[in-house]
């Protein structure tokens, strides 16, 4: 007979929210929650990717749905995961994954509304959208439903030093450091906190370091696999940390 598939990662009935899920590693991982068997939810600005990505969503069958919502406003938040909340009536995994970088020549340079946007996005965002998850999964762990992962997506910028990005570098530290904090606060409703560091992802966000020959012969040269990684190889973390798998796994980035 056929091997039986790990129960654990089937993620039926549960339901997911990745924001900036439209596009790169947000949709990598949407893609792969939704073939899981999770109800998936995204958060986007832009309407066309929205609509492209919940396209590719629904082809894996479930339920999936998209929202406009601009994480850089508190108050966008609040009312998108109210919106959420009310179409799914639950959320067991929060990945917090929206992110923005600039493109400065020097360290020298970096200020300025662009210096304003990273934070408010990558920093601001991220801030904002783990405590309306958590505000949901203490309320339910304390009706008798525990449980829930909270994610952020952070990066290796976190912990090495890169030229010329160090607001972007600021906001996936301070990432890492706030994922520790809530899974110490939350573990006793069941809540996991976890951040993932991608290294170099060939998504949108890279194209320019893609095309230069110089970039992929001095860092992508660097990378043990020797190539770029891909968006949808983020599709096992993101279902690993959605399911009951990770039950255990909390705080470590």
Not at 84 to 108: I, K, M, P, Q, Y
Not at 156 to 177: E, H, P
């Amino acid at each position: 007979s056929a091997p039986m598939a790990y129960a654990p990662f089937d993620l039926t009935g549960k339901v997911a929210l990745v924001t900036g899920g439209n596009g790169g590693i947000g949709l990598g991982m949407a893609e792969a929650l939704a073939q899981a068997g999770a109800a998936v939810e995204i958060w986007g600005t832009n309407p066309d990717k929205n609509a492209r990505a919940l396209e590719k969503l629904q082809a894996h069958g479930g339920q999936a749905s998209a929202r406009i919502v601009d994480v850089s406003a508190e108050e966008n938040i609040v009312a998108g995961m109210a919106a959420t909340l009310e179409a799914h009536g639950r959320l067991d995994a929060c990945f917090a994954n929206a992110g923005v970088s600039n493109r400065w020549r020097s360290f020298l340079e970096i200020g300025g509304e662009d210096y304003r946007r990273v934070m408010a996005i990558n920093l601001d965002g991220m801030l904002y959208t783990m405590p309306e998850a958590c505000r949901h999964m203490k309320a339910r762990a304390e009706a008798g439903d525990p449980g829930g992962s909270v994610v952020a997506v952070a990066s290796m910028g976190a912990l090495f030093g890169a030229a010329r990005n160090q607001d972007y570098t600021a906001t996936k530290a301070a990432i890492v450091s706030v994922v520790n904090g809530v899974a110490v606060e939350f573990a006793r409703y069941g809540v996991r906190a976890t951040a993932i560091l991608p290294g170099w992802i060939g998504t949108e966000m890279t194209q320019a370091a893609q095309a230069n020959d110089k970039f992929t012969e001095q860092v992508i040269a660097r990378v043990p696999q020797r190539r770029w990684g891909r968006a949808d190889e983020f599709g096992g973390i993101a279902v690993y940390l959605a399911s009951d798998a990770s039950s255990f796994h909390s705080a470590d980035a």
